[in-house]
């Protein structure tokens, strides 16, 4: 199966700056890469994906970039606010496969 | 907007009952999940089911046991919990046209 690991597991930024989070998968046949907001006491919820046929997506603050050759993928808030302070999540999958695999998680923390 | 429903909201049991959680979903989607995400706040999938069939079963101890009578719907029973159980238990539904997941906004279950 898939394996996907995120880094870092702590991440603290003063506001207004921009903030990184970066993950590796294993099975080169992942083409899906979604990330998942999570507020506490909330549900995770999808901000921002990207597939295989893009290096680089940008919405709203958010720039994924995806590296195939690497497996590597990765999230970049720019101009970070305090709303911002959050658990996220990167995954991966294959398409139709039905199984994604989640990273373990970053706990983002923008201090004013 | 909410879609995938999940009751209930918590439930606080002793060692050896049993409990069922339900969980719907009214975006038409033909695949569900349940994940079960830990203190550490790790996602892990637990069961998929495709359109009632049951297509993924990750190594989760027999005392677990989806249920779903039509796509919309799937719950979850543990016939006799076990202090590891304490987590909070996230139903999903997938748009597979997209594969993004939607989740619901969990159980959370203490075992004591």
């Known amino acids: 199966g898939e394996q996907v690991e995120q880094l870092p597991s702590i991440l603290r930024v003063q506001e207004g700056s921009s903030a990184s989070i970066n993950c590796t998968y294993e099975?080169?046949?992942?083409?899906?890469f979604p990330w998942y907001k999570q507020e506490p006491g909330e549900n995770p919820k999808l901000i921002i994906d990207?597939?295989?046929?893009?290096e680089r997506k940008q919405t709203q603050g958010l720039i994924v970039l995806l590296d195939k050759k690497a497996k590597r993928f990765s999230l970049h808030i720019t101009d970070t606010q305090p709303g911002d302070s959050a658990m996220y999540f990167c995954?991966?999958?294959?398409?139709?496969?039905?199984?994604?695999?989640f990273g373990d998680g970053t706990v983002l923390t923008v201090k004013p | 907007e909410t879609a995938v429903f999940q009751t209930p909201n918590y439930h606080v049991t002793q060692v050896g009952n049993e409990v069922s959680f339900n969980c719907k979903q009214t975006?038409?989607?033909?695949?569900m999940y349940w994940y079960k995400q830990d203190s550490k706040k790790l996602l892990k999938i637990m069961f998929s089911?495709?359109?009632?069939?049951?297509?993924v079963n990750e190594t989760v101890p027999r005392r677990f046991s989806p249920q779903s009578s039509d796509k919309a719907h799937l719950n979850l029973r543990i016939k006799s919990v076990e202090p590891e159980d304490s987590a909070v238990y996230l139903c999903?539904?997938?748009?597979?046209?997209?594969?993004?997941?939607?989740f619901g906004h969990g159980t959370k279950l203490s075992v004591l």
């Open positions: 999903a539904s997938r748009d597979i046209s997209n594969e993004r997941l939607f």
């Open positions: 099975n080169s046949a992942s083409n899906y």
């Open positions: 990207i597939r295989s046929n893009m």
């Open positions: 995954a991966a999958t294959v398409t139709n496969t039905g199984k994604l695999t």
């Open positions: 975006l038409g989607h033909d695949t």
């Open positions: 089911y495709n359109n009632k069939q049951l297509i």
